[in-house]
């Protein structure tokens, strides 16, 4: 039976989620982060006394699960049709999504899109040299004064990439989480001509591996290679401290496929994301980082 996680429950949940590292570094980020019982939207299911299967479902949406036994997908999706947050964007290893959606679909709104996403990881000796004429990023983390400019840059990347205006949706409360990652540090850039030529978001991270996401070059930049430069230099950064970095992108990106190659990542594993036709809660219903 499906229940709501509690303090308690962490060890059992981050020794679950650590089974497979990689596939679960965002959940086992959150988990460790000490959110079990403090936050709403989290979901055990136990068997022979232990957790098998784990579910979030974020305070806008963001849906992520593991799941070590597949009896548990039945009531996984039944609790959280039940859930007073409603699944938005369900992100996560191929093999437990696909089944999670077949149980689920029946209780969801429409389905805007569907698609497969390889999972690309590094360490420091995969990454490649740079080839002759490559330039070098002069990356720096963004300051106060980028916010505007970098929230305008990362709202047009949601919309190219996820076919999702989640700033349109809530302006405030967008600008207001870049700006709260900005001050953490979470955002790097590397500009020219004053303005922002490349961005990049520094997310979850366990012992095993560090995961990058909202990398993005305005269009009027592109074709100059400030993106192959930017991630090899936030990779080179990152290796100080973390021996992988992980990053994911939509199969059919092969502009941003092939940027990853040249920098040495390989492929590790596929997620499967659905984003569905729910309403995009407030911000202000965040209830972690």
């Given at each position: 039976?499906?229940?709501?996680?509690?303090?308690?429950?962490?060890?059992?949940?981050?020794?679950?989620?650590?089974?497979?590292?990689?596939?679960?570094?965002?959940?086992?980020?959150?988990?460790?982060?000490?959110?079990?019982?403090?936050?709403?939207?989290?979901?055990?299911?136990?068997?022979?006394?232990?957790?098998?299967?784990?579910?979030?479902?974020?305070?806008?949406?963001?849906?992520?699960?593991?799941?070590?036994?597949?009896r548990a997908f039945a009531s996984l999706a039944a609790a959280a049709a039940r859930s007073p947050l409603r699944p938005r964007h369900i992100v996560g290893s191929e093999d437990v999504t696909e089944p999670f959606w077949r149980e689920y679909a029946s209780h969801a709104g429409g389905l805007r899109w569907t698609r497969r996403e390889p999972v690309l990881v590094a360490g420091k000796s995969d990454v490649l040299a740079p080839r002759p004429g490559e330039p070098r990023a002069l990356l720096e983390p963004a300051r106060a004064a980028d916010v505007d400019e970098l929230t305008a840059n990362s709202a047009e990347q949601h919309r190219e990439d996820l076919h999702d205006d989640r700033a349109g949706d809530d302006v405030v409360g967008f600008r207001e989480r870049h700006a709260k990652d900005v001050r953490e540090g979470r955002w790097w850039v590397a500009r020219a001509r004053g303005r922002i030529v490349f961005q990049v978001h520094v997310g979850a991270a366990n012992p095993q591996a560090v995961q990058l996401g909202g990398v993005f070059v305005p269009h009027d930049a592109r074709a100059r290679g400030h993106a192959t430069a930017g991630v090899r230099a936030m990779c080179a950064r990152l290796f100080e401290s973390h021996a992988r970095v992980t990053l994911y992108c939509d199969e059919a990106n092969e502009g941003a496929r092939r940027v990853y190659e040249r920098v040495g990542f390989q492929l590790a594993y596929c997620n499967r994301s659905y984003l569905l036709d729910e309403p995009l809660a407030r911000e202000e219903r965040r209830g972690y980082g």
């Open positions: 039976m499906v229940r709501p996680l509690t303090a308690a429950d962490t060890v059992d949940a981050r020794d679950l989620l650590r089974r497979r590292p990689l596939h679960n570094l965002f959940l086992d980020y959150v988990v460790a982060a000490g959110v079990l019982g403090r936050v709403p939207g989290f979901f055990g299911w136990p068997a022979q006394g232990r957790l098998a299967a784990i579910l979030m479902i974020g305070p806008l949406g963001g849906t992520a699960l593991e799941v070590a036994d597949p």
